[in-house]
């Protein structure tokens, strides 16, 4: 049997709620089984978040993230209050700013700074780190992705969206390279 399990961390604002919808809904386009939790705090902006995402070819039996292949935090906190929900090959992918101490199998992205440098659209964190997420680990395909995006975000910023998600997948290709 085939199982994933994804968490999402970051503090309100940044769409992380939203980064596992939208990869959940990919999955299920997919045909693939597919549960999507969420936690946060009462702040809806700049409190501690966490979105859980399993993906699996056969039924699921339990809703949330125990044992994590992959960890995407944006936040300190995040980092810091579940990387120990993660097995230990975990694909853990990080804004730079988190300080993730010896862990030495981390890739670090300038998520943060590109969506508020390049992009002058905070807005679109989420979409880079989809972006992110689909390059490393092919979970589910990119044109998936890109049908989720367009069906969950307004559709006066779909075009904006696809242009972070885009930028995502060009930040992993650009390190590989």
């Known amino acids: 049997m085939y199982k994933k399990e994804i968490i999402f961390t970051g503090v309100g604002g940044q769409g992380i709620v939203k980064a596992g919808v939208i990869l959940a809904e990919a999955a299920v386009l997919e045909g693939k089984h597919v549960v999507q939790t969420q936690n946060y705090g009462p702040e809806s902006r700049g409190g501690s978040c966490r979105a859980d995402v399993i993906i699996a070819s056969d039924d699921i039996y339990y809703p949330r993230v125990g044992n994590a292949d992959v960890i995407f935090a944006l936040s300190q906190a995040g980092f810091n209050k579940f990387i120990e929900y993660s097995k230990d090959n975990a694909v853990i992918i990080v804004d730079e700013t988190v300080d993730v101490g010896d862990l030495k199998k981390c890739s670090r992205f300038k998520i943060v700074k590109y969506t508020e440098e390049i ?59």
Not at 139 to 146: A, D, Q
Not at 151 to 160: C, Q, Y
């Open 119 to 177: 992009l002058k659209n905070p807005q679109g964190i989420n979409m880079i780190c989809l972006g992110i997420l689909a390059a490393m680990t092919k979970l589910v395909g990119y044109n998936s992705l890109r049908q989720a995006i367009r069906e969950n975000v307004p559709k006066f910023s779909i075009d904006k969206n696809l242009t972070a998600f885009e930028a995502g997948i060009t930040m992993v290709e650009s390190c590989l390279a």
